[in-house]
């Protein structure tokens, strides 16, 4: 790949293969609900859920999930879904230019924070693995296929490549490399994990890393679970 992009290709899925073994098959407990352990690996001492802005483009800021329910008169929590704290049915109360969170893209401000947590707590900072789903229509990821080594979750195939941390913040025109669906160090301290539909991001580590994420002001992170339902009907304290 080309340099800028600080990547290498990746030979062999043999380094994925931990993350094969540690994810619940999507919708596996039951046919009403997906959980948390399809998105990310089981393992971990603690888990955090990273959730996406909102960008109010008449005041070019950032605008918090749990600000909106402000809004909304909706309940913040860490199960919370967009779709059901966005709903404005009071018309004097919606928030002009609003535009909804990133799906499937972790954005580029959260993902420099990040990683400068996520670097203290890992001894392999220069090598880390970034697995990006093959669906993606950046051009810059057509020169992978047959270059770089592939792999299989149930729902989902990868191209995993490797490169330094530093790699989580990188975005350009041809590939906003948040595109990154799943990436870890090479000790395997950490785990942050983005699935393609959704406006959130899910961090495991040990405690002390997830207490960093939950403890900075500038990201919006809540305490997570293997337990906690992501599937459209998650949000069982706003989905009435």
Partial sequence: MADDFY????????????LIESVEKPWSRSKYANYAAAIIPRGFAAYTRLFHPAY??????????SEITKYTGRTPHSQMQWHTIANFNNSDKCL?????????????????????????YTSTPDNC???????????????????????????????????????ASIQTPSVPIQAAGIWWPADRAWCAATEVDMMWTYI???????????????????KASLDDRVDINGDCINNI
Avoid: M, V
């Avoid at 990547?7 to 931990?18: F, H, I, P, R």
């Avoid at 109010?56 to 999930?65: A, G, P, V």
């Avoid at 405690?207 to 919006?220: G, K, M, V």
């Fill in 204 to 222: 495991g580590g040990t405690e002390d890393c997830i207490n960093e994420i939950l403890a900075d002001n500038r990201l919006e992170a809540w």
């Fill in 96 to 120: 002009k230019g609003l535009t909804a969170p990133y799906t499937g893209r972790l954005p580029e401000r959260q993902a420099k924070i990040l990683k400068e947590i996520l670097r203290k």
């Fill in 7 to 18: 990547l290498t290709s990746e030979n062999s899925a043999a380094e994925a293969q931990w």
């Fill in 129 to 167: 693995y970034f697995a990006i789903w093959d669906g993606w229509g950046f051009p810059e990821l057509e020169k992978l296929t047959n270059k770089t080594a592939r792999f299989h979750l149930p729902d989902r195939s990868y191209y995993l490549i490797k490169g330094r941390i530093d790699t």
């Fill in 56 to 65: 109010l483009e008449d005041e070019d800021r950032e605008i918090t999930w």
